[in-house]
């Protein structure tokens, strides 16, 4: 996150000289940079699981148990990196 600020701070600096300042094209550059990580979030969110215990209080147990061992699984992996 800190690496992205750091990134857009210059742009916005530069872009401030345009038109003295009074360009439109600086606060849609901003908001179209500020963006484009919460579509990709909304977009990703399809691909994750829903929790086991979302699952288990709906009556999937098998579900739930299959999410639970998935994550057990990507836990190990992760400890051993």
Do not use: H
């Amino acid at each position: 996150m800190i690496g992205t600020v750091t990134k857009l701070i210059p742009a916005d600096f530069g872009l401030s000289f345009v038109d003295n300042g009074m360009s439109a094209v600086r606060w849609r550059f901003l908001l179209a940079f500020q963006c484009f990580p919460a579509l990709l979030l909304l977009a990703g969110i399809k691909f994750l699981p829903d929790s086991p215990r979302y699952l288990a209080s709906v009556g999937k147990f098998e579900e739930a148990r299959e999410v639970r061992r998935t994550c057990l699984v990507m836990e190990k992996v992760l400890t051993v990196l």
